[in-house]
């Protein structure tokens, strides 16, 4: 009898009659766990709504038992986390983490392996991660593939792009899941030689919306040491699984005990603000490793790279094809009399960022190696400290130094990334000898070793290990072809920025989207801050360069609201100083708006088709909010009740004019100034493809009222 007891009580456990359930601290989201005949299953609701039905967690391996069933539950922990902490830089001074805790230890009684599945369970939605312990039967493995599920509960309006291990420069397709596979032909970028992996895999951040009017997003956090991951989708069942970046061979990923994964993130709402809002992928990384953080400063910078961006002038020094310096001395060619980063023209970019007030200047192709790696031979690689004949390097560093202007570095690795990590020491020595604390990386082109991915283990390795070398240094990082941001610069805050995503040069490329800036901050800017490089004021490229017939799919006014809509601590004014010197009086806003923030407020978001956020300075009274709008137009209504109560504020606003429009009238624009205070109710109408940026002024002195009258719509 005592025996088939035990008997029974084992298969009980075994068959997963055992659930575990874990709300949230307000109670709105519901976290469900148990085991299905051995295999760990999970599913979660808001507000009794289904987000995400019964799906399956494991992983497999290539060789042994697999990490997917003939479990059983060996215990379960429950706790509370609740804490508020000030981030180095950020879109608010504090953030409340605030979770319950759910860590389920299963044991695979044929292997007598252990594996917790940990569970945070926040406010706006659920984490969750694989833990690996020390164990004696567990060492060393080598994942095949995760076998994560996200089943759906229909068939939901998506925001996506297509699975790629080497790129996320895509523009964003809009459709129902269903039609992801009918459509996955037509999502092309031009500068990708790679195909999307299936007919129906996505990136994350997904952004999704239920028929019920549910926002969810599919994302993780704290990526380290691990493949980045995609999802397939199956469409007949509605159901995504998880598809990791593989390896030159294969594999998707090597551990060794003790080990985790990155968190599995699901933000959920039935508000888009909130969406927008959520600070649950900083929450799911670890705190600053830096004790002194000091020397991390929020940038507004110009640069040296729209003109080659659009054509009009070049990277390279000369012309002529596959030069390399150790066969060729660079002082005996002719240059071709459209290089860009020259000493006298860099000079020209340091006297306007020291007039109007910028940090700092970025310089592209300032070091030789451009001719051959443009003709695409490979066989050169940069070394990171030559400059062309053209570029004194300590005559640059003199100059800016007595203007008060700081200079960005500018490293191109080519994608031979061995290459850049054998150098990265004397390069990052280098930036310290000239009065460089920045610098823009870049990963262009296929990865070297031949074979490896952008996303995969081996390079997410690498771009940890160049960012924590730079910290050494004291040098912060802006990461341009890298992995998309998971959250870690809340770890390592000395990245400042990134690129993976489809940022202001494709609009020299043929254009983005009118809708782009719209869906980002629902996507990309999920996982961290990103350099798009806004501010361009003349959308005509062919005035720049005649044989470029693209245009910017942006009115002037949107292109200001950008510095809002779009969250960076760096942010760049893209465009050529002589277009800034047209335009001087929509310039002050550019000049303004700060790169830090205290408060960051939500009011009007629909994800592809409008977002308009106000943000309060860093240390300051004064607000900014910037509305960013789809093809169709909008007219934004929102209250300015986060203002202080009875205190009065001059708002300037930059708004499109009546007539204006993306395609054919971009450039048309009004500025007015108005009082304003905690009880106005601003309707701003915006044009297509357009938006409005606004400047709220604390008043201190009644006589900066004079001649201004109270807001009118």
């Known amino acids: 009898m005592k025996q088939l007891v035990f008997i029974l009580m084992f298969l009980l456990s075994l068959g997963g009659l055992k659930a575990e359930t874990l709300k949230s601290p307000d109670g709105n989201v519901s976290l469900h766990f148990n085991l299905d005949d051995g295999v760990p299953v999970y599913r979660v609701d808001y507000k009794g709504m289904p ?60 292997t007598d392996r252990r594996m917790i599945v940990r569970f945070r369970v926040f406010d706006d939605g659920v984490g969750f991660r694989y833990e ?10 080598v994942i095949k593939e995760e076998k994560t599920q996200f089943a759906m509960t229909g068939d939901h309006t998506a925001f996506w792009l297509p699975g790629d291990y080497d790129t996320q420069e895509y523009s964003t397709v809009t459709s129902k899941l269903s039609q992801i596979r009918g459509l996955m032909d037509e999502a092309v970028t031009p500068n990708s030689s790679q195909t999307p992996f299936s007919p129906t895999g996505v990136q994350t951040a997904l952004m999704m919306k239920t028929d019920d009017g549910l926002y969810i997003n599919l994302h993780e956090a704290a990526l380290v040491d691990y493949s980045c ?136 192709g300032w070091n030789i190696g451009w001719e051959d790696w443009i003709g695409k031979s490979k066989d050169y690689v940069f070394d990171f400290i030559t400059p062309y004949p053209d570029f004194d390097v300590e005559e640059v560093e003199r100059y800016a130094r007595s203007k008060g202007v700081k200079m960005i570095m500018h490293h191109e690795t080519s994608g031979s990334v061995r290459n850049y990590e054998r150098h990265l020491e004397r390069a990052y020595q280098f930036m310290n000898d000239h009065g460089y604390d920045a610098v823009k990386s870049g990963y262009v082109g296929d990865i070297i070793p031949r074979g490896e991915h952008h996303y995969g283990q081996w390079m997410v390795d690498h771009y940890l290990y160049a960012l924590t070398e730079a910290a050494k240094h004291k040098i912060m990082v ?8 998971t959250g870690l610069c809340r770890t390592y805050p000395n990245l400042i920025g990134n690129e993976s995503a489809r940022g202001t040069e494709y609009e020299a490329f ?14 990309r800017l999920i996982g961290g801050p990103m350099d798009y490089t806004p501010g361009i004021f003349e959308m005509d490229i062919a005035k720049l360069n005649p044989d470029n017939h693209s245009y910017v799919r942006s009115t002037l006014a949107r292109q200001l609201a950008l510095y809002v809509t779009m969250y960076s601590p760096l942010q760049m004014a893209a465009d050529l100083p002589e277009h800034y010197n047209r335009f001087l009086d929509a310039f002050q806003f550019i000049k303004d708006v700060p790169v830090d923030w205290d408060d960051s407020r939500y009011l009007e978001a629909e994800p592809g088709d409008y977002i308009t956020v106000a943000r309060r300075e860093k240390g300051g009274d004064n607000w900014y909010v910037g509305a960013t709008v789809d093809e169709n137009g909008h007219t934004a209504r929102f209250a300015l009740d986060f203002l202080e109560p009875g205190k009065k504020y001059i708002a300037t606003i930059y708004a499109d004019a009546p007539d204006a429009h993306y395609k054919d009238n971009p450039q048309a624009y009004t500025i007015h100034k108005w009082i304003v205070s905690h009880e106005t109710r601003v309707v701003q109408p915006c044009a297509p493809g357009g938006g409005f940026a606004m400047s709220i002024e604390a008043v201190n002195d009644p006589t900066m009222l004079k001649g201004l009258k109270n807001y009118e719509p």
């Open 229 to 364: 991951m995609s999802l397939d989708l199956d469409d007949e069942n509605m159901i995504f699984e998880s598809h990791l970046t593989p390896d030159a061979l294969g594999n998707k990923g090597y551990m060794q005990t003790p080990a985790r994964s990155p968190w599995r993130t699901i933000i959920v709402s039935d508000d888009a603000r909130d969406i927008l809002a959520s600070k649950m992928t900083l929450n799911l990384n670890e705190p600053c490793v830096y004790e002194d953080t000091s020397w991390i400063k929020p940038t507004k910078y110009i640069g040296v790279w729209w003109e080659m961006i659009t054509g009009k002038s070049s990277w390279a020094y000369t012309d002529l094809p596959h030069v390399k310096l150790d066969l060729v001395d660079y002082a005996s060619l002719s240059p071709n009399g459209r290089h860009a980063a020259n000493t006298e023209h860099v000079k020209e970019y340091i006297d306007f960022a020291a007039e109007h007030g910028f940090d700092a200047v970025l310089v592209e």
């Open 132 to 141: 690996f312990p020390d164990q004696p039967h567990m060492d060393y493995f």
């Open 510 to 523: 043929g254009g983005n989207n009118p809708d782009h800036t719209t869906i980002l901050p629902f996507t």
């Open 51 to 110: 987000v995400i039905k019964k799906s399956r967690l494991g992983l497999e391996l290539t060789s042994g038992e697999n990490l997917t069933g003939g479990f059983r539950l060996a215990g379960s922990e429950t706790s509370t986390f609740d804490e508020t902490w000030q981030p180095v830089w950020g879109e608010v001074k504090e953030i409340r983490n605030h979770y319950n805790e759910l860590a389920v230890t299963l044991e695979q009684p044929a």
């Open 478 to 485: 802006n990461a341009h072809e890298a992995v998309r941001p």
